[in-house]
């Protein structure tokens, strides 16, 4: 069983900066992509960023050169760094967690649609 655990959540003023972390525990893959995603009211869910144990990353166009993931493989743990953030950055953020390849396709493949285990999930909201 594996369980991903998110923090840093909250509210910020548009130009603001919050740091997203999500440590994962039980039997997490050695070899395993972890990242973020993350659903806005009314909109489907879409991929923010996604990192590989090996260091190669996904990152949405739409937040590429305001965010930054990165991880502490000793600690199970990523985190989302999100700077420059814009109201519409406000959404529920959630960590996924996967193994390399699960049917055939790595998990930085953009067909990938969904990942094996989810945290619960913490707000993100940006205000004007």
């Known amino acids: 069983q594996v369980q991903l655990v998110e923090s840093g959540g909250g509210s910020v003023q548009s130009g603001g900066s919050l740091r997203l972390s999500c440590t994962g525990s039980g039997y997490l893959y050695s070899r395993r992509c972890m990242g973020w995603f993350r659903r806005a009211p009314g909109k489907e869910r879409e991929m923010v960023a996604i990192l590989e144990t090996d260091g190669g990353t996904s990152v949405a166009d739409s937040v590429k050169d305001r965010f930054s993931i990165s991880q502490d493989n000793a600690k199970n743990t990523v985190y989302l760094q999100m700077n420059s953030m814009e109201p519409e950055d406000s959404a529920m953020y959630y960590c996924?967690?996967?193994?390399?390849?699960?049917?055939?396709?790595?998990?930085?493949?953009?067909?990938?649609?969904?990942?094996?285990?989810w945290g619960q999930g913490t707000q993100v909201t940006v205000s004007s």
């Open positions: 996924a967690a996967d193994a390399y390849y699960r049917d055939g396709i790595h998990c930085l493949d953009p067909r990938k649609t969904d990942f094996a285990y």
